[in-house]
Nanobody, 118 residues
Framework: VQLVESGGRLVQAGGSLRLSCAAS????????MGWFRQAPGKEREFVAA????????TYADSVKGRFTISRDNAENTVYLQMNSLKPEDTALYYC????????????WGQGTQVSVSS
C-alpha cells in the first residue's frame, strides 16, 4: 500500500485548505483511512478517519465542525477539507491506513506541511 499526500501550504488564519491522499496497491474497501498531524515538539495526534466501505467518520474534538474527511472511490483518494484554520492547526499532516477491525495503522504517507499564520 502506498499513500501520497498533497495540498499542504501556508495559509492565513480563517482560511481553508483541502488535503489529498492518493492511495494505491491495496483493496481499500477493507480499510479505514485516517489523517494524523504532528506539530513541532509535540506527539502525533489523530485528526479524522473514514471507513472506506461505509463512509462512517470520526473526528478529534479539536477539529469537529471545521474539518471534513471524505473519499472518492473512483480516484482511490481521501480528502481532508479544512476550514476556519487556526495557527494551532500548523503541523505536518499524514495520511494512514489500517485494516477494518484492527486498531493499528500499518501504512503511512510521507506527510504534507500545513502552516497557518496569524
Amino acid at each position: 500500500v502506498q499513500l501520497v499526500e498533497s495540498g499542504g501550504r501556508l495559509v492565513q488564519a480563517g482560511g481553508s485548505l483541502r488535503l489529498s491522499c492518493a492511495a494505491s496497491g491495496g483493496t481499500f474497501s477493507s480499510y479505514v483511512m485516517g489523517w494524523f498531524r504532528q506539530a513541532p515538539g509535540k506527539e502525533r495526534e489523530f485528526v479524522a478517519a473514514i471507513a472506506w466501505s461505509t463512509s462512517g467518520t470520526t473526528y478529534a474534538d479539536s477539529v469537529k465542525g471545521r474539518f471534513t474527511i471524505s473519499r472518492d472511490n473512483a480516484e482511490n483518494t481521501v480528502y481532508l477539507q479544512m476550514n476556519s484554520l487556526k495557527p494551532e492547526d500548523t503541523a505536518l499532516y499524514y495520511c494512514a491506513a489500517r485494516y477494518r477491525g484492527t486498531l493499528r495503522y500499518d501504512f503511512w504517507g510521507q506527510g504534507t506541511q500545513v502552516s497557518v499564520s496569524s
